[in-house]
């Protein structure tokens, strides 16, 4: 998506991707959904959203890593994504990692930040990265993200430099849950349940 240009996405949309699959937003996306049809970004053989998209019955399931990620990296205006859903992306890291904002399922590089009502699932290593972008998260879950077991280092949601409010979300079995690094952010009011790894604090003032 190029400078200057707005995606919108109306609500009860699925938007299934591939392998490789990553989408570069210079410009901007609104995916504003509701409850009841919320925005869905997931894997081509998700059939679980809009059905058998690929026709190919339960010969293929969904796993993460299926698809990478949306990277924003407009810092002037704001992406804004509300009860939307991100499932089976992220990109794996091999004998040498790419950027973590690359790496991510939904990531925002010096951007700002609205993420509200929405879920992050599934996600092979970073479910969400921000990187020197401000902003809010919340009254969004984070679940079942980064769950293989060859890489270490990586989060349900990771955060660097900023200013963030992090607020009223759910961070539930994820094997490795919150990086908060560089600040100062807010982070108020989230439930931590299941997550092997705890929250973890850098240089910050939270």
């Known amino acids: 998506i190029i400078d200057g240009a707005t995606l919108m996405i109306e609500p009860g949309v699925t938007v299934k991707m591939g392998g490789g699959v990553r989408v570069s ?4 996306i609104l995916a504003r959904g509701s409850a009841s049809e919320p925005i869905v970004f997931t894997s081509v053989a998700d059939d679980s959203y809009a059905g058998d998209t690929n026709h190919n019955s339960t010969s293929t399931m969904p796993a993460p890593g299926n698809w990478v990620g949306i990277k924003i990296s407009n810092p002037a205006e704001a992406s804004q994504f509300d009860y939307a859903v991100f499932r089976y992306g992220g990109a794996g890291c ?3 990692c790419p950027p973590a904002e690359d790496m991510a399922m939904l990531s925002f590089a010096a951007s700002p930040v609205d993420i509200r009502h929405s879920v992050i699932e599934h996600s092979l290593t970073f479910g969400m990265y921000s990187l020197n972008s401000s902003g809010v998260i919340t009254d969004s879950i984070f679940t079942e993200d980064y769950m293989a077991d060859q890489w ?4 349900a949601l990771g955060i660097d430099g900023g200013s ?3 607020r009223g979300n759910t961070f539930d079995n994820n094997k490795t849950c919150l990086s908060v690094f560089i600040g ?3 982070v108020d009011g989230n439930v931590f349940t299941k997550n092997q790894t705890p929250v973890m604090f850098g240089s910050t003032d939270p």
Do not use: E, R, Y
């Not at 937003?25 to 901007?28: F, L, M, T």
């Not at 270490?152 to 989060?155: A, I, V, Y």
């Open 164 to 166: 963030l409010l992090i």
């Open 152 to 155: 270490f280092g990586f989060f």
């Open 94 to 96: 091999g004998w040498g």
């Open 184 to 186: 100062p952010h807010v």
């Open 25 to 28: 937003v210079q410009g901007k």
